[in-house]
């Protein structure tokens, strides 16, 4: 095995790592503010939990980013011929 | 491992090949418009049970729309809702065994999201005409031309990634503890796999709601109201 699937197997573990943390965090976040709003206005429930849904859905894109790039990095790397 | 990114070619018609990936699409229109056909062939006052059924799916996608964009649904009702079903019936084709949603490859998911793209564009056009659609991307200022610009191809492209990493991502989880774990272990995988599939539908139908009405609002928006 040479150097370049070495380091394609360690950027791809890390980029799923450290790809992970940010929209983790922020996802909390974004819950943490939810439930707080909803137990403040419980008839607002719908709304705010439809805006959640899209919002969480914007956030995690980051995160599945990361996923593909280290996918891209595991099954079709450019630099493996 | 099979590479999440290959496609398994099932025969070939003259030089096209053909992949599992279409077949099964072609299933699934088959069912939805057989379906579709069968419910609204007779349809009748006094509803029977199917027709309550498929009248409440309606009504809910009517009322998804009507909340989201805030205007009535009836010229969104079709593509939206066609979207939603299609996606939910293609995510959820994986409890079928020997089946692989064909959401879960990159090809189908582009020709959704290029779909929406193009839908974001007939829709701006029919509400503003050329004048108007142009002067959508001239919202709020001129500045923000190229942005705008850069968004909207990559609204597209996020629109793909995102429904194909979800839907790939599942399939390939139940896949690696399938092969881990034995028969019986991947079963609350697959139960997080039908959640994350409906939200999904519902988060790729909300999203092209959230853009057409976005573009319509800006195409409709007339100069003398910005003023004020």
């Known amino acids: 095995m040479d150097w370049i699937a070495i380091v394609s197997i360690l950027g791809a573990a890390f980029s799923v790592a450290f790809g992970a ?6 996802e909390g976040r974004a819950v943490a503010a939810a439930m707080d709003a909803i137990a403040r206005q419980p008839e607002a429930a719908n709304s705010i939990s439809r805006t959640l849904f899209v919002g969480l859905a914007m956030i995690e894109t980051t995160a599945i980013y990361c996923l593909v790039v280290a996918l891209l990095l595991l099954f079709a790397n450019p630099f493996i011929s | ?11 070939q018609i003259g030089p096209v090949p053909i992949a599992e990936t279409v077949v099964t699409t072609w299933v699934i229109m088959a069912v939805l418009v057989s379906g579709s056909w069968l419910i609204t062939r007779r349809l009748r006052r006094d509803p029977s049970t199917v027709q309550s059924v498929a009248e409440l799916l309606c009504d809910l996608v009517d009322s998804q729309i009507r909340e989201t964009m805030r205007t009535e649904p009836g010229p969104y009702r079709a593509f939206i809702g066609t979207l939603f079903l299609f996606i939910l019936v293609a995510n959820w084709s994986s409890m079928i065994p020997g089946v692989e949603p064909p959401t879960a490859h990159l090809e189908t998911d582009a020709g959704l999201a290029i779909l929406v793209f193009f839908a974001v564009i007939w829709y701006g056009l029919k509400a503003g005409g050329a004048r108007g659609y142009l002067k959508s991307f001239a919202a709020p200022t001129p500045l923000m031309i190229p942005l705008n610009f850069i968004e909207s191809i990559t609204r597209t492209f996020s629109l793909l990634v995102r429904l194909f990493g979800n839907v790939m991502s599942g399939v390939f989880v139940i896949g690696i503890v399938l092969s881990l774990a034995g028969l019986l272990v991947p079963i609350p995988f697959m139960a997080l796999d039908l959640l994350t599939g409906l939200v999904q539908a519902y988060i790729f139908a909300v999203l092209a709601m959230v853009f057409i009405s976005s573009t319509v609002a800006e195409a409709t928006e007339h100069p003398e109201t910005e003023k004020d």
């Open chain 1, 21 to 26: 943390l940010g929209p983790a965090l922020g």
């Open chain 2, 1 to 11: 491992m099979k590479s999440p990114l290959e496609n398994t070619i099932l025969f």
